[in-house]
């Protein structure tokens, strides 16, 4: 299909709505022509912050023409790009990756490319943290954060443009953060085996370093639009990364350090910027109320010229959870907060450093309905390295604890299954296979009690742990998966198909790796060293009955 082709959703529709907070900059009559996508509908995508700001930073140089693209509708598109970026915020995107470069008639893998088409770039998250799935189908992947980022890729290209293909992906591996899939070899002792090591070509560095921005004016919105999922919201970064390094976090170890906005510089420039435009405010970070100047920024929103703006926060740590933040909140035409406990037992929230007791928990709630709140949703967890049957029945208890502390407030329990993130100390263990006999069990035990329990899906947390673990070889195991459909019986069908040629779904999904073995992502540099994240993990390992890494590859 080829370029400018038409979509479920017409142009004039979306893009007419929007409330732009910057200026974009008229290019020069020779600027590169780029692509930048998002791999799902525009109303999600636009909702993302990071591609918001990305795509107003392409936008306001003059040496780019920066066309958008979206699963249902485009803007812009140039005619013949040299780039094509994608920012990926979610695993199963991968399926509409590839069907936008499919639709625009660039091969999906990039040994399959010529001088003649774009060189297709990603960042975000998913890449971030383990990009090997994905890396046929990437020239360049992007490490850590687009603040400095970007600007440094872009201007690297831009003195390579007129090179060869292999010149140019020769010159941005030299710039740390840049990743060039091609030019790193994995290799196996055996096609079914674990990786053995990944051979970097020569001239590129051995270790590719992730970016970080280590500056205190953090993201907000660039964008403001009805379209957008969270209708007409204005977003503003008040924290990134977290201060309590639970141990499968990939939000607190991917993103460190912790870091907090100034709010002289940052928070309150942005807020009266986008509240010119809208009256709707978002804050958010994975623990928005540990921002060292929380309350002034609460009092800041207080004042009387804000009283009809509604106001939703992302993440609160539960133990700052009080009777100022609810009524805050309740003012703001919020009636629900969200919180984080993974688990009932003490136990296990010591095993995952969750600094946490039940007691906070139970006073958290208190304050909640103290304040006004009508409801609270709790985050938890099954299957976590080291819990036991017990632990999930306190699970149970604390909850029924919680609705007799605070009668008439309506609690809702969010479950997930454990799922191993790369570059977090519980990287090495793999998916309980009991978890979700687990998840069925707290259902039973919470429903029949009156209190709303809403399970993940056991499967999804399967499909997410095989790309979240999954090495290179995953990448045809993709390919055939995208058009069977994305249940975990067309994965099972899939590795079936492709037996004798990657490892079985159990050794990259439930198998609990040595801490010797090679990971995919070794030649990766993460936040914190291998050595420091296994002395986190045995820190855990302190608190559990029974340690399962002993040396042992299987449970």
């Known amino acids: 299909m080829p370029w400018g082709q038409i979509y479920t959703l017409t142009a004039s529709s979306v893009f007419s709505a929007e409330r732009l907070l910057f200026t974009p900059t008229a290019s020069n009559a020779d600027a590169t022509p780029v692509v930048f996508a998002f791999p799902n509908e525009y109303t999600v995508g636009i909702t993302s912050l990071g591609y918001q700001v990305i795509w107003a930073m392409l936008a306001q140089r003059r040496d780019l023409a920066v066309g958008r693209l979206f699963t249902d509708t485009a803007d812009s598109l140039p005619a013949d790009p040299e780039l094509m970026g994608f920012s990926v915020s979610w695993e199963l995107d991968y399926i509409n990756i590839l069907n936008l470069l499919e639709q625009q008639q ?15 770039f990603g960042g975000g998250p998913v890449l971030t943290a383990n990009p ?14 687009g603040e400095d980022l970007i600007p440094t890729f872009i201007d690297t290209y831009q003195s390579v443009r007129s090179a060869s293909r292999p010149a140019q ?3 941005l591996a030299q710039v740390p953060g840049i990743y060039i899939p091609s030019l790193y070899q994995p290799v196996y002792d055996t096609p079914t085996g674990p990786l053995s090591r990944v051979e970097p070509a020569n001239g ?15 993201l907000a919105s660039t964008v403001v639009t009805e379209k957008a999922a969270w209708e007409n919201i204005f977003m503003v970064e008040v924290v990134r990364s977290c201060p309590e390094m639970c141990r499968f976090c990939l939000a607190s170890y991917l993103t460190l350090p912790f870091r907090t906005a100034s709010l002289d510089e940052s928070l309150i420039p942005a807020i009266e910027r986008g509240l010119r435009v809208t009256k709707r405010l978002g804050l958010l970070g994975a623990s928005v109320t540990q921002h060292p100047e929380f309350d002034d920024l609460l009092d800041y929103i207080n004042q009387p010229a804000y009283d009809d703006v509604r106001l939703s926060i992302a993440s609160v740590r539960t133990n700052t959870v009080h009777e100022k933040l609810a009524k805050t909140l309740v003012h703001h035409g919020t009636k629900s907060i969200t919180i984080a406990v993974e688990s009932g037992s003490e136990r296990v929230r010591e095993t995952i450093n969750k600094k946490l007791a039940t007691a906070d928990i139970e006073k958290a709630v208190v304050n909640a309905k103290a304040g006004g709140l009508s409801s609270v949703k709790l985050y938890g967890m099954a299957g976590i390295p080291g819990e036991t049957e017990a632990d999930l029945e306190a699970t149970a208890a604390m909850m029924l604890q919680l609705k007799k502390a605070a009668q008439g407030l309506r609690l809702t329990l969010g479950c997930s299954t454990f799922v191993p993130k790369a570059h977090t100390p519980f990287q090495w263990y793999g998916v309980n296979s009991k978890a979700e006999k687990r998840l069925k069990f707290l259902q039973k035990a919470l429903r029949s009690q009156g209190i709303d329990f809403r399970p ?11 790309i979240s673990r999954g090495d290179r070889r995953i990448s045809q195991l993709l390919e ?11 994965y099972r069908r899939a590795f079936k198909e492709l ?6 779904l159990d050794f990259y999904v439930h198998a609990d790796w040595p801490t010797d073995q090679p990971l995919p992502w070794d030649h990766l540099e993460g936040p914190l060293p291998k050595a420091t994240l ?22």
Request: neutral net charge.
């Open 456 to 466: 993940e899906s056991y499967s999804w947390s399967v499909i997410q742990t095989l």
């Open 204 to 218: 590129v560095p051995a270790l590719v370093k992730k970016q970080t921005y280590r500056g205190n004016v953090l």
């Open 480 to 490: 055939l998966t995208r058009y069977y459909g994305d249940s975990l019986g067309s």
């Open 534 to 555: 296994i002395k986190h993990l045995q820190d855990a390992e302190h608190h559990m009955d029974e340690p399962r890494l002993s040396g042992s590859s299987t449970k």
């Open 169 to 171: 992906l020769l010159a």
């Open 132 to 145: 090997e799935p994905f890396a046929d189908f990437f020239d360049v992947v992007l490490l850590g954060d």
């Open 499 to 504: 037996k004798g040629k990657l490892p079985p």
């Open 106 to 120: 660039i091969p999906i893998r990039s040994c399959d490319r010529t001088q003649h088409h774009p060189l297709i």
